[in-house]
C-alpha cells in the first residue's frame, strides 16, 4: 500500500523562508504525478500543483504559479512545496497527494499525506 | 479556472438517503469520465470514495454511489449512518483547460 507521510507541523513568521516535504514510495521509477492541495482554515481545497518524479515535469495551478515552488529529489522519493516570502495569508493545512494511476489525463487523488499545518504569524 | 459548485450543506436521518450535486462546464464535468469524489472528517485528510463518476474503491461501502448528466455529477449516500457525517468534496479533470484539474467548494453532510 502506497502511503505519503509529511513533515510536521511549522509556525513561521511573514517574510520568512519554507520548504515542506513529502515522502514516498519508488519515486524514481514511478509514472504516477505528485501533487500539493491547500486548505484555508474552514475552507474547501485547492490544488496548487503537480510534479512528475521522474523529469521533474512541474505544473501549476494559475492561481499558485510565482507564489512557491514545487520540486522533487527522486533519489529519496520526497516532494516538496517551498515559500520564499511566506504571508499571513499563507496560513492553511497543504496535503500532498498523488494522481491515482500513471498518466496526467483523466485521474484522481489517492492517495493523500497526513497534512502540514503552516501557521504564518508575528 | 472557477471551482465546481456543490451545495454548502444537506442532511438527512439515519437509514435515509442523501445526494449531493457537483455542477461544472462543458469544459470539466461535462468533458470528462473521470470525477471523483473525497470525503474528508474533521481533522482528518481527504479519501478517496469516488473515481471514474462510478467507480469505488477497494474497501468504500456499497452505501456511495456517483452518476453524472451532463454537466452535472451526483454522489448518493444511502443507508446513512452516523459516520457519515462529514465534508465531501468533488473533483475533475478539465481536459480542454490549460489547468486540468478542479475541486467542487464542499458540501457538509449532517446525519441528523
Known amino acids: 500500500e502506497v502511503q505519503l507521510v509529511q513533515s510536521g507541523t511549522e509556525v513561521k513568521k511573514p517574510g520568512e523562508s519554507l520548504q515542506i516535504s513529502c515522502r514516498g514510495s519508488?519515486?524514481?521509477?514511478?509514472?504516477?504525478?505528485i501533487g500539493w492541495v491547500r486548505q484555508l482554515p474552514g475552507k474547501g481545497l485547492e490544488l496548487m500543483g503537480l510534479?512528475?518524479?521522474?523529469?521533474?515535469?512541474?505544473r501549476y495551478s494559475p492561481s499558485f504559479q510565482g507564489q512557491v515552488t514545487i520540486s522533487v529529489d527522486k533519489s529519496i522519493s520526497t516532494a516538496y512545496l517551498q515559500w520564499n516570502t511566506l504571508r499571513t495569508s499563507d496560513t492553511a493545512m497543504y496535503y500532498c497527494?498523488?494522481?491515482?494511476?500513471?498518466?496526467?489525463?483523466?485521474?484522481?487523488?489517492?492517495?493523500w499525506g497526513q497534512g502540514t499545518l503552516v501557521t504564518v504569524s508575528s | 479556472q472557477s471551482a465546481l459548485t456543490q451545495p454548502p450543506s444537506a442532511s438527512g436521518s439515519p437509514g435515509e438517503s442523501v445526494t449531493i450535486s457537483c455542477t461544472g462546464t462543458?469544459?470539466?464535468?461535462?468533458?470528462?469520465?473521470?470525477v471523483s469524489w473525497y470525503q474528508q472528517h474533521p481533522g482528518k485528510a481527504p479519501k478517496l470514495i469516488i473515481y471514474?463518476?462510478?467507480k469505488r474503491p477497494s474497501g468504500v461501502p456499497d452505501r456511495f454511489s456517483g452518476s453524472k448528466s451532463d454537466n452535472t455529477a451526483s454522489l448518493t449516500v444511502s443507508g446513512l449512518q452516523a459516520e457519515d457525517g462529514a465534508d465531501y468534496y468533488c473533483?475533475?479533470?478539465?481536459?480542454?483547460?490549460?489547468?486540468?484539474?478542479?475541486f467542487g467548494t464542499g458540501t457538509k453532510v449532517t446525519v441528523l
Open positions: 497527494v498523488r494522481l491515482g494511476k500513471g498518466g496526467y489525463s483523466n485521474n484522481w487523488f489517492d492517495p
Open positions: 519508488r519515486f524514481s521509477s514511478s509514472t504516477y504525478w
Open positions: 510534479i512528475y518524479p521522474i523529469d521533474s515535469d512541474v
Open positions: 462543458s469544459s470539466d464535468v461535462g468533458d470528462s469520465d473521470s
Open positions: 471514474d463518476v462510478t
Open positions: 473533483a475533475s479533470y478539465a481536459g480542454s483547460n490549460n489547468w486540468k484539474y478542479v
